[in-house]
């Protein structure tokens, strides 16, 4: 049974960090490619990040360019996302999700499972 648990969300001040885990279980990383989501109340889905399996690429939106940081231990089974100099609209429920794929996308409908989201609050 394929599951993702996600991890790490929580209120930062503005200029702040916080670490998002995925822990995966039911499938290996090894031919899953892992997205990161966020929603923000009233406001659609957005893809912020991706890795490949076996961490061969890596995506991120323009949003989090250069802020935001993804990768993968395939021996955890578990996907990070480490998130730098957060500012309020960051703000969102950040989930993560899995498709069996060598490409990676951002494109929420390619994915096939989902975790339940965590939390993430940037204020001062």
């Known amino acids: 049974q394929v599951q993702l648990v996600e991890s790490g969300g929580g209120l930062v001040q503005p200029g702040g960090s916080l670490r998002l885990s995925c822990a995966a279980s039911?499938?290996?990383?090894?031919?899953?490619?892992i997205g990161w989501f966020r929603q923000a109340p009233g406001k659609e889905r957005e893809g912020v990040s991706c890795?490949?399996?076996?961490?061969?690429?890596?995506y991120y939106a323009d949003s989090v360019k250069g802020r935001f940081t993804i990768s993968s231990d395939n021996a955890k089974n578990t996907v990070y996302l480490q998130m730098n100099s957060l500012i309020p609209e960051d703000t969102a429920v950040y989930y993560c999700?899995?498709?069996?794929?060598?490409?990676?996308?951002?494109?929420?409908?390619?994915?096939?499972?989902w975790g339940q989201g965590t939390q993430v609050t940037v204020s001062s």
């Open positions: 999700a899995t498709v069996r794929a060598s490409y990676c996308t951002v494109r929420g409908r390619s994915y096939d499972y």
């Open positions: 039911g499938f290996t990383l090894d031919y899953y490619t």
């Open positions: 890795i490949s399996r076996s961490g061969r690429s890596t």
